[in-house]
């Protein structure tokens, strides 16, 4: 126990200070550019290297760094979305009230703008989180949509299959068909760029994929002995859906939703930057990235790397945690 | 519930015939055929190996699915034909215990829920669930202390096929079919749920069908047997003394094949079945006599006619040419 | 007396599965003379399965698992030599016949191919010579039209055509020692008989010592010189075949004999059932593994481990025949 305690300190201080060092290499002042990249990669694989030795000496060698990470930086975005209103932001979206803010300030995590300013003074990490905002719900609400509708054909077509899964599968095959962007671009063209038909277009996205997983594995259960114990006791076709199969479906189901948020996050961030999302000044992820286009970038990379680094973390956190989900419930792995 | 005095039997098929089509037009013959009796309080074993069509029977008897042609009577009641509506409640008092006790049980489910399901389906709410569950979780030999709250992959393959079993009585059944109950269990428990199928039976006044493919396993726990080769019955006999009876060359060379510790005590006649003949497709099942590709006995006729089930005494009746009366 | 072809010496399989340590297999021995067959008779955990599967060195030590005792084969530890020692032995000396036998055969390779790739391999022969021999081999495991059974798929046969295929592919190179587990378990009945035996004919015309492992005490009876009985990773019992089956000593073994239906017994019988589940190998009892379940269990037997002394590992073992002998 002696022994251990120095090292588990050890392992506590390489990990604060691979994220003081994150931050350090955020700040102008103190390194040139190259360096501050140097520093950064160094601060990065410090505090992945120690957090994940922390982690096994305290909850076991089963610890899984990356994913608790992605957990933790998904809670952290959740509450500030959440609670964007009330934490100490700069002005995100209202050009007025940063007419006394410095221009394409950079990051300085020790000054009033943590992560900088944009072209208008605006900032950036009150958009990131408003743009945060959209983003996750654009994508929460369109996989929500895609799952219910996607997971309902797909366990009617997996049930009942001959003629209702036959038409299924032509919808499905259908809207697999259509290019995703260009189906996209048209309905951008058609609807209003409002968060609430951008979800929508988007949601069609997403009920392909969802039909043929709840169709397979649907089909997979339903041949099994306790549906066919439920149905000799009587059970109707919906409580055999409902009670027998709905629960044993989910699970997968869920999983790949999780991953699909993320897909939809980025698929929300190219119509952005495409112009054809939510329009500036409210922020999105994808046109504050926009922002950066032409020499912007080269000028101030922080206007592009802020929104790029949150758009990553993101994605990353949410494919690890629907990838850790998939195979802790992937039907296949189960043992039964 | 109380079961009204029943006249004739409590379950009766005739003429079942089960195909399953696969493709390019042509079909699998699972059961061409068949007809059964099982008498209030009897056990009609169906012996064969896989492919023979015995489970397929099986679940035809419980209309799922329903045979394509044949009819099936529960307790004076015709089952065929009826709608999905009317058989949900027809065939209820039918229930079926399956091979594998783990897939048989919903895996997010747990046993109390499990039992209670029928209840539950039925509306049969009330006072004293807990209670009820109780007592027939004591009624097949497990402790519901310890097993009321698990979920399935926490029993084992004995314990699963009890709370099927107690799932199937919670229903109140007359005719209870058994698709090889013992077949995935480790040979140390099969006895176990052997005899509880025996005493279920008596305590609860059952018939039952119980496939199987084991000689020794049917014999034991049947009164009457219904030997199947290919889709077809082949004979019918009492099972006491069965391995001394039987006639049929196909039963025969069953009996034959068993292990010589089984088999002393059986006839000294063997069958030896032609080694190169295999098991035909049930695609395309010999004309005649479908077993006579694999028969000693097969001459022209076995091709050409087809022998049907014929009384030779004592309950006992066999298809077959060739057996001497 | 020659030395045995087959010492098996206090050999132990343990595996470290996410839930624990488990030992598969804990202190078995046994010795197998050429020409000699024994027959390994367990449930599903008694590590039948791994034992048959460590003596033939498919299972070595490793990351997650551990093989302690030796296993010699003419004198030879297989767990010495290399992996390359190892696989220079399979086919040759050592040849294995497995459950399933659509999973032991490559559907997209010939009948034909499975037995000559082999027979080029380890005994260089040619083309020709090679499909000459492997016509052979399927005519010595009974298949009928051999050339033309060659030239097909394996999922053109039955399963009983194919695990005869199988048993060509462990005779091609004229093994010592045969292992055999569950070769007939996913066999229709009628077919089990010919398998297993062809088995025993090939055994007594080629002098092969042969392990024949299941869970079905028929198939072992009458067919076996010797039978060792395992139950939770030990060999309980060890004996000669018509002793075990007629006078068992461990009450395990004369339990799952007595519990097993019988042809000649009255319908409707009650069956001598063992009570209790089989033991979980992640957290098996102390003392006897069989203790909990045994008819005979005083206290001494959920302590005390007992050891393998006269054929039988228990404390008090029994010591009347069956009365109705299997």
Redesign the interface.
């Known amino acids: 126990m002696s022994r251990t305690l120095p090292k588990t300190l050890l392992s506590a201080v390489g990990f604060v200070a691979g994220i003081a060092l994150i931050l350090l290499s955020a700040s102008p002042d103190y390194f040139v550019t190259a360096l501050r990249l140097v520093v950064a990669v160094a601060g990065v694989a410090l505090m992945i290297v120690s957090g994940s030795a922390l982690g096994k000496r305290l909850f076991g060698d089963d610890f899984d760094f990356s994913f608790w990470f992605s957990v933790t930086w998904l809670v952290l975005l959740g509450l500030a979305v959440a609670l964007a209103a009330w934490l100490p932001l700069g002005e995100h979206i209202d050009v007025a009230n940063s007419l006394d803010q410095p221009i394409n300030a950079s990051p300085d995590p020790f000054s009033a703008n943590p992560l900088g300013t944009n072209l208008f003074g605006l900032d950036l990490l009150a958009r990131s989180v408003y743009g945060a905002r959209s983003s996750l719900v654009i994508a929460v609400t369109a996989v929500v949509i895609g799952t219910v509708i996607g997971g309902a054909i797909g366990m009617v077509a997996g049930y009942f299959q001959k003629s209702v899964d036959r038409v299924v599968g032509i919808f499905t095959n259908s809207l697999l068909a259509v290019p995703p962007l260009i189906l996209l671009i048209a309905l951008a063209t058609v609807l209003e760029p409002k968060i609430r038909n951008i979800a929508f277009a988007l949601s069609l996205l997403t009920i392909p994929g969802m039909v043929r997983l709840a169709r397979a594995t649907t089909m997979l259960y339903a041949p099994r002995e306790f549906v066919v114990a439920a149905r000799a006791l009587g059970a109707t076709r919906a409580r055999i859906l409902f009670r027998e199969l709905l629960p044993n479906v989910l699970l997968p189901i869920l999983s790949l939703a999780i991953v699909m948020i993320s897909i939809l996050i980025v698929a929300e961030a190219s119509l952005s930057f495409l112009g054809l999302g939510i329009e500036p000044p409210e922020p999105t992820w994808g046109n504050m990235i926009a922002e950066g286009e032409g020499s912007v970038f080269e000028d101030y990379p922080h206007i592009v790397l802020v929104p790029g680094a949150f758009l990553f973390l993101t994605v990353f956190a949410f494919n690890l945690v629907g990838e850790k989900a998939r195979r802790r419930w992937d039907p296949r792995s189960v043992k039964l | 519930m109380t079961t009204p005095a029943l006249k004739g039997p409590a379950l009766e098929a005739t003429d079942l015939v089960v195909e399953f089509p696969v493709g390019r037009g042509q079909k699998v013959h699972a059961v061409s055929g068949v007809s059964l009796t099982v008498a209030p309080g009897e056990t009609l074993g169906i012996l064969g190996?896989?492919?023979c069509g015995k489970s397929t029977i099986g679940?035809a008897l419980?209309q799922?699915p329903a045979p394509d042609s044949g009819t099936v009577r529960l307790n004076d009641r015709e089952l065929t034909g009826l709608k999905?509506k009317e058989l949900?409640?027809a065939?209820?008092r039918?229930?079926?215990i399956?091979?594998?006790p783990?897939?048989?049980?919903?895996?997010?489910r747990k046993v109390k829920d499990l039992v209670w399901?029928?209840h539950a389906?039925?509306g049969y709410d009330g006072d004293d669930k807990d209670g009820k569950i109780d007592e027939v979780l004591r009624a097949v030999g497990l402790d519901p202390e310890t097993v009321r709250d698990r979920r399935p992959?926490e029993l084992?393959g004995?314990?699963a096929q009890r709370v099927?079993i107690a799932?199937a009585l919670m229903?109140d059944p007359v005719v209870l079919i058994c698709d090889e109950p013992v077949s995935s269990l480790?040979?140390?428990?099969?006895?176990?749920i052997?005899?509880l199928l025996?005493a279920t039976k008596a305590r609860y006044d059952l018939s039952l069908v119980f496939i199987a493919?084991?000689?020794?396993?049917v014999?034991?726990?049947?009164?009457r047997v219904m030997v199947m080769y290919l889709g077809k019955s082949c004979e019918v006999l009492p099972?006491?003394d069965?391995?001394l009876r039987a006639v049929h060359p196909y039963t025969r060379?069953?009996?034959?094949?068993?292990?010589?510790?089984?088999?002393s005590?059986?006839a000294g006649d063997t069958v030896v079945?032609r080694?190169?003949a295999?098991?035909p497709s049930p695609i395309d099942p010999p004309s005649g006599c479908r077993f006579r590709t694999r028969c000693p006995l097969a001459t022209d006729r076995c091709a050409a006619e087809e022998p049907l089930l014929r009384d030779i005494g004592a309950g006992h009746q066999v298809a077959c040419h060739h057996v001497a009366l | 007396m020659t030395a045995p072809l087959l010492e098996v010496d206090d050999l132990r399989t343990r595996f470290l599965t996410p839930r624990g340590p488990m030992q598969a297999v804990d202190g078995v021995s046994l010795t197998l003379a050429a020409g000699e067959t024994i027959g390994i008779v367990g449930e599903s955990g008694s590590g039948k399965s791994v034992l048959g599967r460590t003596i033939m060195g498919l299972i070595t030590n490793g990351p997650t698992t551990s093989v302690t005792g030796s296993v010699r084969l003419d004198g030879v530890d297989i767990h010495g030599l290399t992996a390359k020692g190892r696989r220079a032995l399979w086919g040759t000396r050592i040849a294995m016949v497995f459950q399933d036998p659509m999973t032991s055969l490559n559907p997209t390779k010939l009948v034909g191919t499975h037995l000559t790739e082999s027979l080029r391999f380890h005994r260089g022969l040619s083309r020709g010579a090679a499909a000459t021999r492997a016509v052979e081999l399927l005519k010595q495991v009974g298949i009928p039209e051999p050339e033309r059974r060659a030239g097909q798929y394996p999922h053109e046969l039955s399963g009983g055509m194919r695990q005869r295929v199988v048993i060509a592919m462990a005779l091609a190179c004229d093994p010592q020692l045969l292992i055999a587990d569950e070769p007939t378990t996913a066999l229709d009945v009628t077919v089990q008989k010919q398998i297993l035996d062809l088995l025993q004919s090939l055994a007594e015309r080629l002098r092969m010592a042969t392990i024949l492992i299941s869970h079905d005490l028929g198939t072992v009876s009458g067919r076996t010189d010797r039978v060792a009985v395992m139950y939770a990773g030990r060999m309980v019992e060890t004996g000669e075949t018509g002793r075990i089956f007629a006078q068992p000593r461990h009450p395990y073994s004369g339990a799952l004999i007595e519990s097993i239906p019988r042809l000649d017994a009255a319908t409707h019988s009650l069956l001598p059932a063992i009570v209790g589940q089989p033991p979980n190998m992640l957290n098996p009892p102390a003392g006897c593994r069989f203790a909990p379940r045994c008819a005979f269990a005083q206290d001494k037997c959920r302590t005390e481990s007992p050891e393998l002394v006269d054929d039988v590992a228990c404390h008090f073992p029994l010591t009347h025949a069956l009365e109705v002998p299997a």
């Open positions: 190996e896989s492919g679940r419980i799922m999905a949900r409640g065939r209820a039918m229930q079926i399956m091979q594998d783990i897939s048989s049980l919903n895996p997010r399901e029928s389906i039925w992959h084992y004995g314990q099927c799932r229903m480790d040979v140390s428990v099969q006895a176990q052997l005899n025996e493919h084991d000689v020794a396993v014999k034991n726990i049947s009164d099972s006491e069965l391995h060379l069953l009996l034959s094949s068993l292990p010589e510790a089984q088999q005590a059986s079945a080694v190169a295999e098991l």
